[in-house]
């Protein structure tokens, strides 16, 4: 469902060129939960960035069923990171003066046109609050997020990026902030929204304990990836190629 092949990315640090992704290739299928794992700095969250549009790669593609989505034109852009994905970060980048409610509404807020959020509007709360009731927080809507755990953030982060229905979730170390037990509560509700729901999603980690509830592993190494089928336990440790640039 979603490709990537042949990826390549670096960054400039001052005058000098980083590369971060060498030729990577990856296919996600529809319905899995993949999960990539790597060392710090190995550009898991580069990848996904170009995954989900956020980011163009150098040279390479990704196809999303198939058609070319990484040279859309930002329009066109916009509308995938509206309506096929769904971003959940280490920070949970919730608003601090709206209530979890509002947080949760914000990207169909973003969305509309002021006129066309009126008119929706009953329709997207009654959503927003079926998220929230899911994701366990029917009682904390009214608050905000400084009065929430962090792990009712990210469930509130994780609510966020369900509103619009998205077919992809991509997670960027959804537990990184978490301590080890509501770190797992997160990852049991990925696993549930992706068996129940049929959502696809990619987590970024570098938490093997916590790539057990997923499809399948792959592990970044020296800006592409490899298979890790079977490797459960971590794997022998490589230095990212690139590290000493
Ligand atoms: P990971 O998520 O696996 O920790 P990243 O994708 O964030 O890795 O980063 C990979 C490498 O690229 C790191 O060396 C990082 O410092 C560098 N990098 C990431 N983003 C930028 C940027 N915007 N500008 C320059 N260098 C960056
Ligand atoms: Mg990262």
Known sequence: MLTAENLCKAYRRHAVRVPVLNGLDLEVKT???LSIVGASGSGKSTLLHLLGTLDAPDSGRILLDGRRIDNLPSRDRDALRNRVFGY??????LLPELTTLDNVLM???IGH????WWKARSKWRARAVELLTKVGLGHRMHHRPGQLSGGEMQRAAVARALLTSPRVLLADEPTGNLDAATGDEIVRLLRDLNREDGVTIVMVTHNLD???ATDRVVRMVG???TDDTGARKPAPFHAPLLAAV
Not at 88 to 93: A, C
């Open 113 to 116: 046109s002021v006129v066309g």
């Open 223 to 225: 800006g592409v990836v």
């Open 31 to 33: 319905g899995e939960f």
């Open 210 to 212: 916590i790539v057990t």
């Open 88 to 93: 959940i970060f280490q920070f949970y980048h």
């Open 107 to 109: 990207p169909a807020y």
